[in-house]
């Protein structure tokens, strides 16, 4: 029989699960809601809103009148609570108190003067909110090395203080490697710790459990932010394979691996996780 084990920390985090709490309410209530973008990176939790009855918009002009609009964990930039603002429509704002809280050091810094640097993907709608809220006064780095080119086309006679923070999902260990290139002898720098306790759990039990495993299974949206870094962590340690549910197990090779490791990313259900471990057991039995 093969091993399974779930890490101790795999699935839901707080913000998430905030969030759709929230939809889930309005829904319950009857309201006629919009979520701005997918809630999570989640299909199966998606497709199960859309059917009791959730829009999903990508505009604030879509927004019909009077339709609640809610702001999903991400967070948004200050222009669209504004567009939101003009437009009158009620708000369910389920930013993630974590991020708010890097919304309010960027927005604080830029009011005094600060530059502001930003780990993360640019792309990623987390790091457009953050964006929004730098007043154009920011810079996004993704590594060590493009972090290393921003000082060295700094010019030395640069007044500015340097406030530094990263996405909720960075990768640990590539902030800390980010951290040691700081030139901080030569420029004013405060750095913030933003990165989310429940995204540093969640790797540093994913990569223990990898560790003692043949390969690990990674639960989560193919397009999430957080479940493709736990794919990361985990591939340093053993095979890993990174699926969105169970119906994908039938395309992996684990007729080898004796010891199974499973983990999920922020926005991945207890149900979905579950089911993945049911039908590896079933598959083992025949």
């Given at each position: 029989?093969?091993k399974?084990?779930?890490?101790k920390?795999?699935?839901?985090?707080?913000g998430v699960?905030?969030a759709?709490?929230?939809?889930?309410?309005a829904?319950?209530?009857g309201?006629s809601?919009?979520t701005?973008g997918s809630?999570i990176?989640?299909t199966?939790?998606?497709?199960?809103m859309q059917?009791?009855?959730?829009?999903?918009?990508?505009?604030?002009?879509?927004l019909r009148?009077?339709?609640?609009v809610v702001?999903?964990?991400?967070?948004?930039?200050?222009?669209?609570?504004d567009?939101?603002?003009?437009l009158?429509?009620p708000?369910?704002?389920?930013?993630?108190p974590f991020?708010?809280?890097?919304?309010?050091?960027?927005?604080?810094?830029?009011a005094?003067?600060?530059f502001i640097l930003i780990?993360?993907?640019e792309?990623h709608?987390?790091?457009?909110?953050?964006?929004?809220?730098?007043?154009?006064n920011?810079?996004?780095?993704?590594d060590?090395?493009?972090?290393?080119?921003?000082?060295?086309?700094?010019?030395?006679?640069?007044?500015?203080t340097?406030?530094i923070v990263a996405?909720t999902?960075?990768?640990?260990?590539?902030?800390?490697?980010?951290?040691?290139?700081?030139?901080?002898?030569?420029?004013?720098?405060?750095v913030?710790?933003?990165?989310?306790?429940?995204?540093?759990e969640?790797q540093?039990?994913?990569?223990e459990?990898?560790?003692q495993?043949?390969?690990?299974?990674v639960?989560?949206?193919?397009?999430?932010?957080?479940?493709?870094?736990?794919?990361d962590?985990?591939?340093?340690?053993?095979?890993?394979y990174?699926?969105e549910?169970?119906?994908?197990?039938?395309?992996l090779?684990l007729l080898?691996?004796?010891?199974?490791g499973?983990?999920?990313?922020a926005?991945t259900?207890?149900?979905?996780?579950?089911?993945?471990?049911?039908?590896?057991?079933e598959?083992d039995k025949?």
């Amino acid at each position: 029989m093969k091993k399974i084990e779930i890490a101790k920390t795999a699935g839901f985090c707080y913000g998430v699960n905030r969030a759709i709490n929230k939809v889930d309410k309005a829904l319950t209530e009857g309201k006629s809601v919009a979520t701005l973008g997918s809630i999570i990176h989640n299909t199966d939790v998606v497709n199960d809103m859309q059917k009791r009855g959730a829009r999903i918009i990508h505009q604030v002009s879509e927004l019909r009148p009077e339709e609640y609009v809610v702001i999903r964990s991400h967070g948004v930039g200050k222009n669209v609570y504004d567009e939101i603002h003009a437009l009158g429509n009620p708000v369910i704002d389920a930013t993630c108190p974590f991020v708010k809280r890097i919304h309010d050091i960027v927005a604080k810094e830029t009011a005094k003067g600060s530059f502001i640097l930003i780990a993360g993907d640019e792309q990623h709608p987390e790091v457009q909110g953050i964006i929004g809220h730098c007043e154009q006064n920011y810079f996004v780095f993704r590594d060590k090395f493009m972090l290393k080119d921003f000082f060295q086309n700094l010019e030395k006679n640069f007044e500015k203080t340097l406030a530094i923070v990263a996405q909720t999902t960075y990768n640990n260990i590539l902030w800390g490697e980010c951290l040691k290139v700081l030139p901080e002898e030569s420029f004013k720098i405060v750095v913030y710790q933003t990165i989310c306790s429940a995204t540093e759990e969640r790797q540093s039990a994913a990569a223990e459990l990898a560790s003692q495993s043949d390969c690990m299974i990674v639960i989560g949206g193919k397009h999430s932010s957080n479940t493709v870094k736990l794919y990361d962590v985990c591939s340093k340690y053993c095979k890993a394979y990174h699926i969105e549910n169970a119906d994908e197990l039938t395309n992996l090779d684990l007729l080898n691996a004796e010891s199974i490791g499973i983990t999920a990313g922020a926005s991945t259900p207890a149900y979905i996780i579950k089911d993945v471990v049911r039908k590896i057991s079933e598959n083992d039995k025949k």
